[in-house]
């Protein structure tokens, strides 16, 4: 196959990019859309010119760390996967490919198709987690968890945090995200005892982070490789009401308290 | 140099206790005036890290990917073991004791595999008071499932996703840690060098990757979580980031390096379709439950299938050769990973492999679809059925999946003794990136549990004797050792940036991938292996001639990340030849072909080569010195394996 | 006061507010479909012009009604504060547009709610206001003979300008007079453009509660995999096609039969 490849390039954060065009020749159909684009930059390596530098890491859609904005999709044109899983053979010989950097002013371009998500990173940080110290806890069997509550608390768990859902909706919303550890710790027994004042702590973050709030359009849910869904949104809505309207627990501030 | 283990006396079951009774605390108060350096953040790292903060002290943790989150560890599919007995079919600490150590082909610690037993039902407890959603059964409690080397159902399990949930665990720990301001994280930050002060590590030397600035930082004890080093093999079952760097660094700067030709090889991976190839895919070994492994029975039926000229459904049944079934009629397709792996590149050394590029062999699931029905099959196997239909666009259902060995773990790794503490006193080694306890083969389910093990229970005991006997006496970063060690970064990578020959960093690395599969992977043999050593010290000379660095020290610059990478795998996998050499006997990952059974399988030499092979580094291009720390096994009795 | 202040500057509770008067209009369009039915009954427009008079004269009614334009205004507002806010979030487009699958309705919420916010204003401007404020509307006499049930209409000239409504029973005779709304009604539905105006408004209302309805129950977390089916039947058939389709068909059926 050969394909056109229209390439953000940006040299860092504090440059403007522009589009480049390069020509993949050669590229098999049994390549993933990442060993395409080793192809091209190892011949952009050997005529001495930068690589395209995307994320990148697995390469079996688990780490959550590959992204790119293919043809006006997150990671490409089908359901339920990452870049990484992407074949070439979803393409075809001759198409052109326009390949961006995912878009939104909560995650800043460090160089050409790499973005900095460490957004992601300080959500999390506000109170994703059950807050025990590593010993002295109970039994792994002491609370029974009904089994619909603990596959869904893991179709939930299951994100990978890769932040195609920011780069579909069309407000750069983090609800679908954040939404979905609120919903996993939110359903288990485990997680209940934060469940008010986490998802206060979370969203204030994201809302700290500057995620556009989220209009329900769906967009995220149709791309999310892991197929989390929407109604993690309307749980954490809930839980964020029912919070701030009729709960004692305020947002959790553990900075500084350890010991 | 003598290896001391450090293995408490006493009887198995009261090592570990007597013990932590024995090591020194820190007294609370002093806890803050200690700071901790962890390199990694995977399931070691992460929870090391999460329970070092939580007792107070201060820890710096580093990882080269843009979150903790993204750690290789995550991608670990099967589940994890814990003897927690909760099926009632006769488990118990002593049991998963016995099938690690056996499993491993007795080339580990008794006193070590023992605690990895004992603290393996903590792990469970833990994870799921952090919110880890196992599977669980209809009345609400913990599922378990079987896995290879047991009879007894101890395998926890969250689908086939087990390592990321456990890791997001241990992740939101460290995430609580981080809130608090007890753990300060560098993320996209690679460890490029260790620094000792007096034969003691005391910090170390990073490359910030966004803006290429060599930082130093200091710390009263140094704790590297960085995983194994499989990627010397370039295609293996790793992330592509996954690498020997910083275990290298320490090794170069005088930690010993243990067994590294222990390498584990998954046999049913998906596999190669070309050069551009960067990466392969694991499939879950339950597929040889009800697929049968076969081959064309001669070289010209599989010259055909290979150009595409006949399918798989058009060769008789009387042209296959079901070769498992043929070499091992109890075990049929169930023998053990390495015993399967090894056979598959026989037929494919014999000119019958299969596929485009003929290295594959066929898992059949013919007969197990007219047995059972193709419904059974899909809710038994359809998720993996799925997986291989998206990877390859070949239907498993309609033809056979062609399967092929992968590396997939490494045993090996940095010398520690029952502390976690290397050699160099203040440097320490937890999960992959250490050998201790999964001897020459690691059991499946085992290493999220000794990952977990070492982080959460181990090393928040042992750091503290070590650091009780340093005092918290601030770390003095104008020592000249760390200006020293830093300009050696320093000088490393510009020499790396000047090169600017005419292969690329990415050919050497493949080219390396080659030598070390073809010689020191499945099995080996004197000849071959000497072989390879001198292709390796070729292939790294020309490297330093004629490699090819693009971009600058001060950015962004992948290929030089890269090129430092494999520059350290071009020298380790010397040394795993230089380890394979030595070892003249068959043990779990390690076979040679000079030394098996009459059955062809692994024979182990227990006179000669029960003893752990730390590697001393001498400088550059000399031989490195061997140490041998004896094992002795006062409780296990060593048996050879047999699959008749 | 902080702890509500901070509630509702949230990026959520900006959302429930757009939610909680989202759904409060939707409520209001009923009513005012069912009240206007008697645009469609053939009494010479008694009934709507009495139906209006009790609108703007009775005095809960009259406390809703000021609630109802205050959703309005703030509906408008905080959706027009989250589209700016949601526009900031992605400063730098996507060069390629997006193909994501997501409802067209969901994805032009905001150009939706202007157009209908124009419509109101329009709207409004043009019955609302000069039935209340102005002295622009003319008056009828209703005479209904409460025996025969024979009605007869006349136009009518208060003495004073600000005259409302009287309803009194002479001889078996009930004489209601009250301002004739109707006709300025009729009046404006034989303007080909007002039929226009309004034929669009009532697509894009379509449109908007297509998405809308459903979605607030989404933001405000009430969804449920028993019930959520029933929303968005509701919303898809009542406040998408019933409701946008009943007022549409007003002015149509004024221009084209009467």
Known sequence: MNLTLKVWRQKDANSTGKMVTYKAENISPDMSFLEMLDVVNESLTLKGDEPIYFDHDCREGICGMCSLYINGRPHGPKRAITTCQLHMRSFHDGETITIEPWRAASFPVIKDLTVDRSAFDRIQQAGGYVSVNTGGVPDANIIPIPKVIADEAFNSATCIGCGACVAACKNASAMLFVSAKVSQLGMLPQGQPERWSRVQSMVAQMDEEGFGSCTNTGACEAECPKEITLTNISRMNNDFFSAKLFREEKVHDHSGGGE | MSLDAKIPQGPLAEKWSKHKFNLKLVNP????????????TGLAGASAAASLAELGYNVKAFCFQDSPRRAHSIAAQGGINAAKNYQNDGDSVYRLFYDTIKGGDYRAREGNVYRLAEVSVNIIDQCVAQGVPFAREYGGLLDNRSFGGSQVSRTFYARGQTGQQLLLGAYSALNRQIHKGKVKMYTRSEMLDVVTVDGQAKGIITRNLVT??????TGHAVLLCTGGYGNVFYLSTNAIGSNVTAAWRAHKRGAFFANPCYTQIHPTCIPVTGDHQSKLTLMSESLRNDGRVWAPKTVETAEKLRKKEITAAQVAEEDRDYFLERKYPSFGNLVPRDVASRNAKEMVDDGRGVGGSGFAVFLDFAD???????????????????????????DPYKQPMRIYPAVHYTMGGLWVDYNLSTNVPGLYALGECNFSDHGANRLGASALMQGLADGYFVIPYTLGDYLASIGPKPVDASHPAFAKTKQDVVDRINTLLALKGTKTVNEYHRDLGHIMWEYCGMARTEEGLTKAKGLIQALRADFWKNALIVGAGDEVN???????????????????????????ESCGGHFRLESQTEEGEALRNDDVFAFVGAWQYKGDNQPEELHKETLDFEFVHLTQRSYK | MSEIKQTFNSSLGKKLIMALTGLFLCTFIIVHLGGNLFLFKDDQGYGFNVYANFLTHFPPIEVVAYLLYASILVHA?????????????RPVAYAVQTKSPASWSSKN??????????????????????????????????????LTNQTTVTDFVPADPTFEHSSTTVNDVEIVRVKDIHTLVSTSFHNIWYLILYVIAMGTLAFHLLHGFQSAFQTLGWTHRKYTPVVRFIGTWFFAIIIPAGFALMPIVYYFFK
């Open chain 2, 29 to 40: 108060a002093n806890k803050r005036k200690y700071d901790v350096i962890v390199v990694g």
């Open chain 3, 109 to 146: 919420m905001g150009l939706l709610g202007a157009i209908l916010f124009f419509f109101i204003v329009v709207h409004m401007g043009d019955f609302w206001y000069k039935y209340k404020f102005t002295h622009s509307v003319g008056y009828k006499e209703y005479r209904t003979n409460v």
């Open chain 2, 368 to 394: 197990a679809i007219n047995r059972l029905g193709q419904e059974a099959v899909a809710a038994k196997y359809g998720n993996l059925f799925d997986m291989y239909y998206q990877i390859t666009d070949e």
């Open chain 3, 77 to 89: 507002l905080y959706g027009l504060v989250l589209t700016l806010k949601n526009r900031k979030a």
């Open chain 2, 212 to 217: 290429g600035e060599i930082d130093t930082h």
């Open chain 2, 558 to 584: 992948a290929s030089l990340e890269r090129a430092g990478r494999v520059a350290d795998f071009l020298e380790l996998g010397e040394l795993m030849v230089d380890d394979a050499l030595m070892r003249k």
